[in-house]
């Protein structure tokens, strides 16, 4: 049963927060990435991902997820996931995901955790 994947983005004192409810897959994988041009990313800021809602993710999720860390990437903002439900923790373990992002249990403790790199 696919459900419907809802995409939420708000601003926080760090950067911004995208959070992600549903199934993200090769349905819902598009909206995301076509989501990120409009986000407001800064160098010095960072973007997380709060996947507490996520309640799937296959190939074209994680594809998503790496294309949002290089949208950040290239605007000088570093990326964070928050979140991530146990399922979608093990895939990302197996793929190599938890080695390439910062993984924090809420987008709170993102948030306090957040240093930025020193600009210049």
């Known amino acids: ?9 708000r601003t926080s004192p ?3 927060v995208v959070e ?3 199934d993200l897959d090769h349905h819902s994988a598009p909206a995301v990435r076509a989501a990120l041009p409009g986000l407001d ?5 960072q973007l997380v991902l709060d996947l ?8 074209s999720g994680i594809t998503a997820i790496i294309a949002a860390r290089n949208h950040a990437l290239a605007a000088g903002a570093g990326i964070a996931l928050a ?3 146990d399922s979608v923790s093990r895939i990302f373990r197996i793929v190599g995901l938890d080695q390439v992002f910062p993984i924090h249990p809420t987008v709170l403790a993102a948030e306090t ?3 930025p790199t020193p600009s210049g």
């Open 14 to 16: 760090t950067g911004a």
């Open 1 to 9: 049963m696919n459900r419907h994947l809802t995409l939420r983005v």
């Open 83 to 85: 979140a991530v439900p």
């Open 52 to 59: 507490g809602g996520v309640t799937f993710c296959d190939s």
């Open 41 to 45: 990313l800064r160098p010095g800021r």
């Open 113 to 115: 955790s957040w240093r």
């Open 20 to 22: 992600l409810a549903g």
